[in-house]
């Protein structure tokens, strides 16, 4: 299927890549039918559009990325409506909130987006812990991991130079490092 989206212009979706919300997202019940979008760039924030409606697209984070102590507990019932034997075997996504200034950028903790892989299902579900926020500001903390991300990326790169040698043209060295004859 060809749909044509207002953020990433027309994308192909198989039938591999939906994924059905039966009950849909809060507030939009009516669309059951999405997809997960990566735009491919460094924030790791991907996109959760709907093949039911275009323009209606949420941004959608693993919580344990800025909160590695994040746990969703799910009950007998919603474990059975998503086909689960526990919640190890899915991806547990939070929805976000964007606004204009970035820094107030925030995650809904207490209602994830439950998705099992296998079976192509998801659910939002309203956890019952008290501790997550459905506002949970989270821009400093994705902020830090993504800069640990690249630091840790560099040290790799810079180690794996080190490690290997390699060739360079005698036109990339500048002329004061040329040998210069010892007889003119």
Known sequence: MIIETGRFGQLAVGSEGTIIIPQGILGFPEYTRFCLVDPADDTLILWLQSLDNPQVVFPVLEPKVFRLDYTAKLSALELRELKLENINQSAVLSILTIPEDITQMSANLKAPLVVNLKEQLAKQVVLQENEYSVKH???????THLLTIRAQERAVTMAEEARSPSVVSIRD???SLT????LA
């Open 173 to 175: 060295i500048p002329p």
């Open 137 to 143: 500001l989270m821009f400093k903390e994705l902020r």
């Open 179 to 182: 040998v210069k004859p010892l």
